[in-house]
């Protein structure tokens, strides 16, 4: 069974960074493309970020794009996605999970793990 553990979240000042992990097991990072979910308070969870199976395919939202950064490390099994110049409004708990074909697009997603809390407050 596939599955996820994100790790890395916490309290942050607007403008600051963070580095958020997802440590698969079950399978491989090269067996799906990988995706980061958000979900805000009283907000429905949005895919924000995916990457590839090969990892030269990088998917972004506007509302992250030129400050969030997805990687990933095979021999580690873990994706990460890179948070930078943080705004009030990132506040959110993030997941990852498979995304198949990067639709980003949570109503297909099967398995979810716990997630990590990111507060952006001054």
């Known amino acids: 069974q596939l599955q996820f553990a994100e790790s890395g979240g916490g309290l942050v000042q607007p403008g600051g960074s963070l580095r958020l992990s997802c440590a698969a097991s079950?399978?491989?990072?090269?067996?799906?493309?990988i995706a980061w979910f958000r979900q805000a308070p009283g907000k429905e969870k949005e895919g924000i970020s995916c990457?590839?199976?090969?990892?030269?395919?990088?998917t972004y939202v506007a509302a992250v794009e030129g400050r969030f950064t997805i990687s990933k490390d095979v021999a580690k099994n873990t994706v990460y996605l890179h948070m930078n110049s943080l705004k009030h409004e990132d506040t959110a708990i993030y997941y990852c999970?498979?995304?198949?074909?990067?639709?980003?697009?949570?109503?297909?997603?099967?398995?979810w793990g716990r997630g990590t809390q990111v507060n952006v407050s001054s």
């Open positions: 999970a498979s995304d198949s074909l990067c639709w980003l697009d949570p109503r297909r997603i099967s398995f």
């Open positions: 079950g399978f491989t990072v090269d067996d799906y493309s």
């Open positions: 990457i590839s199976r090969n990892g030269h395919d990088k």
